[in-house]
């Protein structure tokens, strides 16, 4: 439970900054009138609706788990991971409509001092609450919060190309380097958006996590299992912050179940020792259902 308060409390953080963010980006674009600042700060309006989105997803997923969700609630998560990969798809087709009509129809840009300045502060915020929320994510396991710090982190190298861009395009004096610049950000938020989704759509999928994790859990279940001979039909996946264990555990089918039992709850100690985020489940057979191919006891 305090796990799901700290991250709801990091989202609400995103929220704000995304809209002090927001705020100076606009406010860089309106003095400018340049395309590549108009893209940032499109890119920002997508900040702060998956801010939103990431805040209500990890308010609901902290419910504890009820009688139509006896698994609980933490995959809302990646569904406010996905819709956000979705908010940037359609951030990047704004940016493109505004760099071609900014290629069609070149504009003088003002002001550049004032609107690299307002840039670079929105920037700065970004760059520190992105490595906020990104150390946050990962040691609350929160897949909303990383895909709200890798989304941030992308948009300080987004901005800082556009700021170098927009000054190249002011020095030379060549105003059609404003709207390539701009689509050429558009390409690349186009790119993370796409990215993102895949990356949730695994979860949603109830992907497996890294081999290192796998072979980790496998290592720690034949070292704390004497007395077991086997373990066999391993299997593994993500649900949010938790991660789901279930095996098959074979033992002699001499052994009393109060043994069979003392056997699991050391397996299970040793596994959470490492890895407080899991569900275990472990099915005790007898020694005939032994598979020989399975985990085997040290």
């Not at 066999?232 to 996946?237: E, F, I, Q, S, V």
């Not at 032994?290 to 040290?298: D, I, M």
Request: with cysteine; charged share 15%; proline share 4%.
């Amino acid at each position: 439970m305090k796990i799901a308060l700290a991250s709801t409390h990091y989202a609400l953080g995103s929220l704000i900054a995304g809209c002090l963010v927001l705020t100076l980006k606009a406010a860089a674009w309106w003095v400018t009138g340049s395309a590549a600042l108009y893209s940032d700060a499109a890119e920002s309006i997508v900040n702060v609706a998956a801010s939103l989105i990431a805040f209500a997803a990890l308010r609901f997923a902290s419910r504890p788990a009820d009688a139509n969700h006896p698994y609980g609630h933490d995959k809302a998560e990646f569904f406010a991971a996905v819709i956000e990969g979705v908010l940037i798809i359609l951030a990047s087709l704004m940016i493109f409509r505004e760099a071609w009509d900014a290629y069609q129809h070149p504009r003088t840009l003002g002001l550049p001092l004032q609107g690299v300045a307002l840039n670079a502060a929105a920037t700065a915020i970004n760059a520190i609450w992105a490595w906020v929320l990104t150390g946050a994510g990962k040691r609350l396991r929160s897949p909303a919060l990383q895909a709200d710090g890798r989304h941030i982190a992308a948009d300080v190298v987004t901005s800082i190309g556009i700021a170098v861009g927009f000054l190249l395009a002011i020095s030379t004096g060549d105003q059609v380097l404003d709207p390539i610049l701009a689509a050429a950000t558009g390409v690349y938020v186009l790119w993370s958006g796409t990215r993102m989704i895949s990356a949730s759509v695994s979860g949603l999928m109830d992907a497996a996590p890294e081999p290192a994790v796998v072979n980790r859990i496998r290592e720690l279940v034949a070292e704390s299992a004497t007395g077991a001979l086997e373990a066999h039909d391993l299997r593994t996946r993500h649900a949010g912050r938790l991660t789901f264990l279930e095996f098959h555990l074979v033992v002699p089918g001499n052994m009393t179940v109060a043994a069979a039992h003392a056997i699991c709850d050391r397996i299970e100690s040793a596994l959470k020792a490492e890895m407080d985020h899991l569900m275990i489940t472990i099915h005790v057979e007898p020694e005939e259902k032994a598979k020989q191919c399975g985990v085997p006891v040290l």
